[in-house]
């Protein structure tokens, strides 16, 4: 692996030459609680904090829910399953250590629900969740439970479902001084396999005269329906979040479009252009550079121009793998998001920089 050249000096080259443009651009990175130990300590947050800063960041993204528990402590969790806090952390609480340490350098914190309307990733049962709410579950064509790429995901159209995410939000909302929450590629999302438990099916009979939902679970417009349910939900926490506290900024990290809807149902153009969106952070992750190009040439035809300034690529720079993105692949990544006139990029994910 070649060596990569630190961040800030790409950072430095890129944006300081002209403050007015520095006020304006954000520059992030997702902090997780897999393959990383930013979270786990008092010290390692602001250590973590400290290294963002040097390194030219003015956003983090930080995990808050994620393998079917709150990495802070939460009444809504301990409410419905028992557990009020990954245990991981003992007393500590991860989510309030960043946003003080990160407010104190001047950085926006936003509180990201990584796992979104997915409840476990491998096993089925975890914390107890399929136990507990079985009539959550969302389920495919042949009454499985709905499980995509290892993950086991509820149904979202359900309202249960959609109420218990929200009093999540709400809760971090309320709690803590959080600049912004985010949703990404599951939340507000479902596989488009789902469709298929009872719920979904009577919702669809009663708007569709008793008729059944196609067994394509694909079909064009059963899947533009689920799609337009998916962003109602994703309507409905962007409304709760502004209500309680209007300058609380909403963002969703969706897939690439149109593959996002086709495979989750995220119809993310409608919105934003539905207004419901503060922040799109679409993933554009690639690992050359002809290839993130034509994807970034496709965002710009899909993204209205009076819009594209409330829209940032997500560029993989690093995986629990080792894999780290090549300096020049990096360096042209972000010369080719300022020459098609984005205002910055968001890094998938901390460890890159955390060298």
Known sequence: MKNII?????LSLSFFSNAQTVQKEIRG???????????????????????????GLTDIFVVVWNGGVTMYPSEVLNKYIGIPQSPVY??????????EE?????????????????????????QGWLAKYPDWVGRNSKGELLKK?????????????????????????????VDGIQG????????????????????????????????????????QWKADKVS?????????????????????APSIYPWSKENYLQDWPAWLNGGYADLIIPQLYRYDIKAYEKILKELTVQVPSSLK??????????????????????KQMMDLNRQYGYNGEVFFYYETINK
């Not at 979202?156 to 709400?170: G, I, K, M, R």
Request: charge should be positive; proline fraction near 5%.
């Open 149 to 177: 790429n290892g993950f086991f995901w509820w149904n979202v159209l359900n309202p249960q479902v959609q109420d218990f995410l929200q009093q999540l939000v709400l809760e971090v909302v309320k709690k803590y001084d």
């Open 309 to 330: 300034y409330k829209v940032i690529p997500g560029i993989l720079t690093s995986l629990g793998d080792g894999y780290r993105v090549d300096a020049n692949m990096l």
């Open 232 to 252: 109602g939900f994703g309507k409905s926490v962007y409304q709760l979040v502004k209500k309680q506290r209007a300058n609380c900024m909403v963002s969703w």
């Open 102 to 126: 990160g407010h104190k350098l001047g950085l926006k914190v936003h509180a990201w629900f990584e796992f979104g309307a997915s409840y476990a990733y491998k096993d089925s049962a975890q």
């Open 29 to 55: 990175t997702w902090i997780t609680n897999v393959a990383s130990d930013a979270m786990l300590t008092p010290n390692n947050v602001k250590q973590t904090v400290l290294n963002c800063k040097k390194n």
């Open 6 to 10: 630190p961040l800030f000096i790409f």
């Open 90 to 99: 003992g007393n500590f609480d991860p989510l309030a250590a960043f946003v």
């Open 184 to 223: 990404d590629d599951r939340l507000p999302a479902m596989p488009s396999e789902g469709g298929y438990d009872k719920y979904s099916i009577d919702l669809y009979k009663k708007e569709f005269g008793g008729k059944t939902p196609p067994n394509n679970s694909k079909d064009s417009a059963f899947l």
